[in-house]
Each structure stands twice: as C-alpha cells, then as structure tokens.
C-alpha cells in the first residue's frame, strides 16, 4: 500500500507562456511596466526548475486578450480528486476560467463550477494538511468562499474562510507552506493568529514578497531578489533554489501564482 502524497508532493502542473500584453498586468502600485522579456524569462526558470524538481509541466498557450493569464493559479483550483473552476475577483480576469476549461475538463474526472453568486481567487486559496484556508480579499468575497467551501466539501476536503490582511493581494501573497507543519508568514499575517496550529517561520521585516514562495516537492522555490529569506530557509535545513521575481513582481505577483499543480494518480 502506497501512502498518501503530502500536500506539496506534486507531479503534475499546468503552467500558460505570458502573452506580450503581460507589460499591461493589473497592479496595485506602479512601479513602471515589467518587460515581456524579462518575464518570458522568468517564466521559463520556473518551468524549468518545477521539470528539475520531477514534475510534468504541461505548457498552454499564450493569451494577448488577457494580460494577466500567465497567472493560471487564479482561475482554478485542482486536488487529486478533482478540479474546481473558479470566478476571479478582477473584471479582466473572469473569462480567464473559459480558457482554462477544456484543458481541466480534458486531465481531471471531475470539474465543479465555483456556485453563483460570488467571486474567487486561487491566489487566495492556501492547501494544508488540515484544511484548505480560503482569505477574504477585495478578489475573494464571503459569497464566493462560501460556495468555495460547498465545492471543496463535495471532493472531501474540508473549507476554512480566514481574513487576507487588509491592502494585500491574496491571501497568500503572504504566506506559503513549508512543510507539514511549518507556515512561511509575514508578520502580519501570522501576527492575526491564522496560523496558531503551525510552526511559524516569520519573513524578514522588508523582504515582504518573498512570502510568496512554492515548496515542491524537496525544494522551496523563493525569490532571489530576498537573500535574507534565502539565508533564514537554508539555515533552517530547507532546499532553496532561488527564481527571479523582478519582473513579475512588478505585476503583484510570486512563486505559486504561475502553476496549477497536483499529485496525479496513475
Ligand atoms: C493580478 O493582479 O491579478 C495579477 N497582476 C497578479 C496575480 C498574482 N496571482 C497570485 O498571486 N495567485
């Protein structure tokens, strides 16, 4: 008898190449437009490192109608047990769900349909072993966790509705999970008490972004633009492979915003 996969045991992933309109991405603050090469770059690293640490990436075209579509993580969410479709929070970004569709109605068994009304982001969406934490956010709202909890219930796995700190993002734009029971945090956010059942690892005051990392498999993915996080993980006995983010980050992205990733049973 084979044990079940942990929950950052992966070897399937969906990724979409950027588009040349990924120059126009939503973002908070302006802090210039990202190059489409520089992005394409960075995109191409993480594919890279995702093949390097066992997982099949399966790669989607690129989108021009839709800047932000590279970020595949927000339109959906996958488990092993199947995929839910969801309703992103930003106007621009809801037909992105339409063009990930048929590939996840193509590779899963089951697809659910986030229920109307309401709107949800992946980004706001944190798989641990003992729940699955959905962050209100201005992209998440109480409709839309709700009927993301009614979903998550018909695969069997249990829904948790918690608050993403005010003017962040996502919910884990601020944190990731680093192994069972250790949470990558930034102070905020653990200081809310939402990770009070974890080990916490606190981000370095002014490395923010680097909370956004991706634990795959044996390694964790962080930004190489935070070498204190980078310092703090491999003292701390974690397999760090350090990935670009300038470029995206202009963009209010990181690490899990760019794969839908699952443990494929054969
Ligand atoms: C947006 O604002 O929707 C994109 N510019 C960034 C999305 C990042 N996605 C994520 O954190 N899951």
Do not use: A, H, P
């Given at each position: 008898m084979t044990s079940k996969p942990a929950v950052y045991e992966f070897n399937a992933a969906i990724v979409r190449e950027p588009a040349?309109?990924?120059?126009?991405?939503l973002r908070a603050d302006d802090r210039g437009n990202p190059t489409y090469e520089g992005v394409k770059a960075e995109h191409a690293a993480y594919v890279a490192a995702m093949r390097a640490a066992d997982v099949k990436v399966t790669v989607l075209p690129a989108l021009e109608s839709f800047p932000d579509s590279i970020f595949v993580e927000d339109p959906a969410l996958v488990f092993p047990e199947g995929a839910i479709l969801l309703r992103p929070g930003a106007e621009t970004r809801v037909k992105e769900t339409t063009e990930i569709a048929p590939t996840l109605k193509a590779m899963f068994g089951t697809v659910f349909d986030l229920p109307s009304p309401g709107f949800a982001d992946g980004g706001d969406v944190l798989t641990t072993p003992k729940s699955v934490m959905i962050g209100l956010s201005a992209r998440t709202d109480r409709a839309g966790a709700e009927g993301l909890v009614a979903s998550l219930d018909r695969l069997g796995r249990k829904g948790e509705i918690v608050q993403t700190p005010e003017g962040v993002l996502h919910f884990k734009t601020d944190c990731s999970l680093l192994d069972d029971v250790t949470?990558?945090?930034?102070?905020?956010?653990?200081?809310s008490g939402v990770f009070d059942g974890f080990r916490r690892v606190t981000i370095p005051a002014g490395e923010e972004p680097a909370a956004n990392a991706l634990r795959v498999n044996g390694v964790v993915m962080v930004g190489s633009d935070y070498p204190r996080t980078i310092e703090?993980?491999?003292?701390?006995?974690?397999?760090?492979?350090p990935l670009k983010t300038t470029e995206i980050g202009k963009i209010d992205a990181g690490l899990s915003c760019m794969s839908l990733r699952w443990h494929r049973g054969d």
């Open positions: 040349r309109s990924v120059v126009n991405g949470m990558l945090t930034t102070e905020r956010l653990g200081r703090m993980l491999d003292r701390l006995g974690y397999k760090v492979v």
